[in-house]
């Protein structure tokens, strides 16, 4: 099983970044997937969820209205759209996968994701 984010670096505020999260090794169709970030000091923060039938994807309230998550199921990868950048977007990105296949109330748990990532720096500082 393998994740494989891919796109972080540095952004400057008010900037655009585009993570990608590349999958191999079981069923991606079958998986919901996650992104997850870890600030420096802080616990890991659910930011969204995109379910196994590609049903509208949930967003933290943090994020809500600047970052937008896009499954690709022909290339078994999943994106991360991030703008208007702010400093505390500032983390490692993880996505991670969970076999429940769908997203809701329960998706901000951090237990629910069965395989993740290594992660991807994402700094975001003028």
């Known amino acids: 099983v393998q994740l494989v984010e891919s796109g972080g670096g540095l952004a400057q505020p008010g900037g655009s970044l585009r993570l990608s999260c590349a999958t191999s090794?079981?069923?991606?169709?079958?998986?919901?997937i996650g992104w997850i970030r870890q600030a420096p000091g802080k616990e890991r923060e659910w930011i969204s969820c995109?379910?196994?039938?590609?049903?509208?994807?949930l967003h933290a309230a943090s994020v809500m209205g600047r970052f937008t998550t896009h499954r690709d199921s022909a290339r078994s990868t999943v994106a991360l759209q991030m703008n208007s950048l702010k400093p505390e977007d500032t983390a490692v990105y993880y996505c991670?996968?969970?076999?429940?296949?769908?997203?809701?109330?329960?998706?901000?748990?951090?237990?629910?994701?069965?395989?993740w990532g290594q992660g991807t720096q994402v700094t975001v500082s003028s």
């Open positions: 995109i379910s196994a039938r590609n049903v509208k994807p």
């Open positions: 090794g079981f069923p991606f169709d079958a998986y919901a």
């Open positions: 991670a996968a969970d076999i429940q296949g769908t997203c809701g109330s329960y998706s901000w748990r951090i237990s629910n994701y069965n395989f």
